[in-house]
Nanobody, 125 residues
Framework: QLQLVESGGGLVQPGGSLRLSCVAS?????IGWFRQAPGKEREGVSC????????NYADSVKGRFTISRDNAKNTVYLQMNSLKPEDTAVYYC?????????????????????WGQGAQVTVSS
């Protein structure tokens, strides 16, 4: 079972930036980022294929968030810029092994079988 650990969450003012990291116990997995705000369902934010050739983003974060990976460090990053109060949520990374390059246009929870513990991101003045 793939182990995932998120870090980098915190409190930031609107318009600010944060970078989340997801360290995996294995490499060359498709990694997705999800978030869950209080009282809302968990939603897909972004994903990246095993070697980084394919990335996808939810419309709500497109142009503001960037996903990347460093396979030498078994780490996937989510750079979040121009943060808004509505970005406040617990952010989770999730992993799945799929042969070849795969990253769904709209990531669903059921697409992934390994999950991290989550990192709180709060955007507030």
């Amino acid at each position: 079972q793939l182990q995932l650990v998120e870090s980098g969450g915190g409190l930031v003012q609107p318009g600010g930036s944060l970078r989340l990291s997801c360290v995996a116990s294995g490499n060359y997995y498709t990694i997705g980022w999800f978030r869950q705000a209080p009282g809302k369902e968990r939603e897909g934010v972004s994903c990246i294929s095993s070697r980084g050739s394919i990335t996808n983003y939810a419309d709500s974060v497109k142009g503001r968030f960037t996903i990347s990976r460093d396979n030498a460090k078994n780490t996937v990053y989510l750079q979040m810029n121009s943060l808004k109060p509505e970005d406040t949520a617990v952010y989770y990374c999730a992993g799945i092994y799929r042969f070849g390059s795969w990253c769904p246009a709209r990531a669903r929870q059921t697409d992934f079988d390994s999950w991290g513990q989550g990192a709180q991101v709060t955007v507030s003045s």
